[in-house]
């Protein structure tokens, strides 16, 4: 009797610890399963995220994941001999295990020196002679000079505001009427080019209330109403909005967004957005020749930290390659930007259909700018209308 009752204390001690286990396991996966359903269900701007791992998901591409399915069915390895080249597992180790990635030499450099963030972007897409050592550059003016806003004196203006020669283009064969679909807009506002700046060679300082990339904006929209497209320019100074409310220039894309909220709400009909930038850049990186004719380079840029980015970034692939086909060498290709330092949005998570462009750099002139802009109204009407044509098959609105 007494070594059946031990026995039956020592089955209910047992019976208890395995309760505590199950009710610890059932714990620890309801725990778990909650945490990876909170963190999946955030937007993609507040997720946590690791370069080493979107290193690692870039390198998975579909031929490794067949190589690996291979090793555990060899049936996948002898329907492999169609693969043109093997995908390498030890360069992808390589890049995993010391963060090193030897086709871009920032990773050599390592992303934590101070103002190495300023290259912390992919190439999307490559224009000719761009790589990770020439990205565009975003160069704050010093706050000093920006705040209380003082402007060069100015120089080769002669004929920056005569008319064209040009005759009369004949109208449009297809139009958006009264209807204005595209907005350009502006974040850095007083972003200027030295050509028209008295005494100014630096770079940073390239800055001017009334000399800048507004009047690009104005070239563009001409452009784009000469393939009938109804296009608005907004051209609110948010450099002075900024100095206004005492706000510091990273907090220039909060003021622009308050403009295109604006625009969309009191326009309905808009669907492309264009946010209108110069880059740092000195002109031998920056300029194209093209049948004889000086062009500034322009370059697409997309923010990576945005539920509408892989739309976005179809976008301005589709309008580099574009330009390719018309005038090869004019893009400087499609860079997407996020991560520390970068916005990661610049206010493309408000549409689908909304880009960055740099129109040049510092060095470039308003004759070279001038033709960028015509050159990309010219493919953007180009897009602009098949899309509609497509849209018209399909019965849905385009940008919506």
Same mark, same amino acid.
């Given at each position: 009797?007494? %070594? ?41 701007? *507040? ?45 992808l180790i390589f ?33 000719e002679g761009t ?53 350009? *807009? ?37 452009? /784009? ?8 320019? %907004? ?27 604006a625009s969309m709400?009191? %326009?309905?009909?808009?669907? *492309? ?53 018309? *005038?090869?060498? /004019? ?10 330092? %970068? ?58």
């Amino acid at each position: 009797m007494k %070594n059946s009752g031990n026995s039956g204390t020592f089955m209910t001690v047992e019976g208890t610890s395995l309760v505590k286990i199950m009710l610890l396991l059932l714990l620890f996966l309801f725990t778990i399963f909650s945490v990876s359903g909170l963190i999946t269900s955030m937007k993609p701007e *507040y997720r946590l995220s690791s370069s080493s791992v979107n290193l690692a998901a870039h390198n998975v591409n579909g031929k490794l994941l067949y190589q690996l399915m291979g090793w555990e069915n060899h049936h996948f390895l002898k329907s492999e001999k169609g693969l043109t080249s093997e995908p390498k597992m030890t360069s992808l180790i390589f890049n995993l295990s010391t963060n090193l990635n030897l086709n871009d030499p920032r990773s050599l450099l390592g992303r934590e020196l101070p103002g190495f963030y300023q290259f912390d972007a992919n190439i999307v897409v490559a224009g000719e002679g761009t790589n990770y050592t020439n990205m565009p550059i975003e160069s704050a003016p010093p706050v000093e000079i920006m705040k209380e806003e003082r402007d060069a004196a100015l120089q080769n203006l002669e004929g920056l505001d005569q008319p064209k020669d040009n005759p009369k283009p004949a109208p449009p064969p297809q139009s958006t009427g009264s209807k204005k679909v595209v907005l350009i *807009y502006f974040t850095h506002t007083h972003e200027s080019y030295l050509p028209y700046l008295k005494g100014v060679t630096d770079p940073n300082l390239a800055i001017h209330s009334k000399i800048n990339v507004t009047r690009v904006g104005d070239e563009l929209k001409q452009a /784009l109403e000469s393939q009938g497209i109804g296009t608005s320019v %907004n051209k609110t100074d948010v450099i002075t909005m900024l100095n206004t409310n005492g706000l510091l220039y990273p907090k220039a894309y909060v003021e622009s967004r308050q403009v295109v909220e604006a625009s969309m709400g009191m %326009n309905h009909d808009l669907q *492309y957005f264009i946010d209108i930038h110069r880059d740092s850049r000195r002109k031998n990186q920056t300029t194209k020749i093209i049948n004889g004719k000086s062009y500034a380079k322009i370059a697409f840029i997309i923010g990576g930290e945005n539920p509408n980015y892989e739309k976005n970034e179809k976008l301005a692939t589709d309008l580099h390659n574009l330009l390719e086909k018309k *005038y090869p060498g /004019l893009s400087r290709g499609v860079i997407k930007k996020e991560g520390a330092g %970068n916005n990661g949005k610049y206010n493309q998570d408000l549409s689908p259909n909304a880009i960055l462009i740099e129109f040049g750099g510092v060095d470039n002139t308003f004759d070279e700018l001038n033709r960028s802009a015509e050159a990309l109204a010219d493919v953007f009407g180009e897009y602009y209308w098949q899309a509609e044509k497509v849209n018209t098959i399909t019965g849905k609105a385009v940008g919506k």
